[in-house]
């Protein structure tokens, strides 16, 4: 295929096919990055920081225009895509503000004159991103990646080709020099050569299990340091003392925001059997309740998922937990029309060995396991292969705390959803990946910690 094409999802048309790079253009934009590293590297840190002030300003200014094409492009409700472009503002602001202090010297008392860690910049970092935040995902990478001097080649997936576009953009309207960030409208096919390529210092993915598998093999072959954020399946455990009217609420607002395509929604709710039936009661005459419609209209709650393949994955995902024993309380099917929607979906009784609990199930499905107590909550939290994030609610915050640090996975909530914020680092275990985004563990993912001796 000689293009890149975005479909809209609410509609199945075609919005505009966007050409795809040529090997002549990548060779360009892998040289481009090499030229433009040294003095961007030996730029001050305050004065990268100084763009990203600049980022910001530039996100805010075009907020609109961009979120559009994000709910043109890939479903998400126009609302959240506002809210995606002012986290990435955000995160530019915290940034500039501490990423400076992150990259400072760090003096340790040995017998030498003076010795101490320096963070010194890898070179050039790709960057392989997907489609569902199509902005704080680049943005969570790239703004840590180049703050610290690297310079970013940006892989976007291949349907949100004007999001990706409009990244570089963005980065060249905030007066950041020529190659330090550039978009590349590849294909897949084309991870593995730019990992290999010895221009290309280190590489980070978010994405499913399977790209995750792919792009570690490559970078490990070619000695590349390499951040993946996969898949997660998380579980969201509700204790016997929880408030039912905030958790429903947040159940609700967990698993659907999004249109529930997102690696840190809860996806398996797993509560304790004393309070099991009224807590799904409540969540499937709540999800009932549900306005499923234009991702461009304000009274919209759901809009469509991103791809018919994915919708198919997820219905299939439906059935076969239905057949293995679990009970469909609401939804469970697509919805006729043009675009691709899905009823949102309660499903009850589910247990470790049906698809809804061992697989992830991204879209708006929520999985209801039912527990003897607050152990086997926990037990059954930990019985998969993922450990991305997972939350605890219990009026006794001291006990929930304590099932937090219990519960395998990179992120444990206590009475609270699941999110990635620019000030605490962000990543899973497990089968979801390895490495960190954000805080300060994010901005050393890519640089050379350099111990320097003076005697």
Not at 63 to 74: D, G, I, K, P
Not at 217 to 230: D, F, Q, Y
Not at 239 to 252: N, Y
Request: aromatic share 8%; glycine share 10%; proline share 5%.
């Amino acid at each position: 295929m000689t293009e890149l094409t975005a479909v809209n999802p609410a509609t199945g048309k075609v919005l505009a096919n966007y050409p795809r790079m040529d090997a002549a253009g990548v060779e360009a934009a892998l040289q481009g990055a090499v030229d433009a590293r040294t003095a961007w590297a030996l730029k001050p840190a305050h004065e990268r920081a100084a763009l990203l002030r600049q980022l910001a300003a530039v996100l805010r200014g075009r907020q609109e225009e961009l979120a559009v094409t994000a709910t043109r492009e890939m479903g998400k409700r126009r609302v959240e895509a506002l809210a995606e472009l002012e986290k990435c503002a955000v995160a530019c602001e915290y940034y500039a503000e501490h990423g400076p202090g992150f990259l400072l010297d760090v003096p340790v008392a040995t017998e030498a004159a003076r010795s101490y860690v320096a963070w010194q910049p890898l070179g050039t970092v790709l960057l392989v991103m997907p489609w569902n935040f199509p902005y704080w995902q680049a943005f969570r990478q790239a703004i840590p990646a180049t703050l610290a001097g690297n310079t970013v080649l940006l892989k976007h997936a291949s349907n949100v080709p004007g999001c990706a576009q409009a990244l570089e953009e963005v980065f060249r309207a905030a007066g950041f020099p020529e190659g330090v960030f550039h978009n590349l409208p590849v294909g897949s096919d084309a991870v593995e050569d730019l990992i290999a390529d010895p221009r290309v210092q280190g590489v980070s993915l978010t994405g499913s299990e399977r790209a995750g598998r792919a792009v570690g093999a490559a970078a490990g072959k070619a000695l590349k340091t390499s951040v993946l954020e996969l898949g997660g399946s998380d579980a969201f455990i509700v204790l016997h003392d929880a408030d039912l009217d905030t958790v429903v609420r947040e159940a609700l607002r967990g698993r659907f925001q999004n249109n529930g395509e997102t690696c840190i929604a809860a996806k398996r709710f797993i509560v304790e059997d004393s309070i099991a039936e009224a807590f799904a009661d409540r969540l499937s005459r709540a999800v009932t309740d549900l306005c499923t419609g234009d991702p461009m209209e304000d009274g919209t709650d759901l809009g469509p998922l991103a791809r018919g393949d994915l919708r198919d994955e997820l219905h299939d995902q439906v059935q076969r937990s239905v057949a293995a024993g679990a009970v469909c309380r609401t939804g469970g099917e697509p919805l006729e029309g043009e675009g691709f929607y899905y009823a949102p979906t309660v499903l009850d009784y589910v247990e470790p060995g049906m698809a809804a609990f061992d697989e992830e199930t991204f879209g708006p499905v929520a999985a209801i396991t039912r527990a003897a107590d607050a152990a086997a909550a926990v037990e059954l939290a930990n019985r998969s292969r993922f450990g991305l994030g997972g939350s605890v609610w219990t009026a006794d915050r001291a006990r929930g705390e304590a099932m937090a640090r219990q519960l395998e996975c990179g992120c444990a909530f206590v009475n609270a959803v699941v999110k990635s914020d620019p000030r605490l680092p962000f990543g899973g275990v497990k089968d979801s990946g390895y490495g960190r985004e954000l805080a300060d563990l994010g901005i050393r993912e890519f640089v050379n910690a350099k111990t320097i001796w003076v005697a």
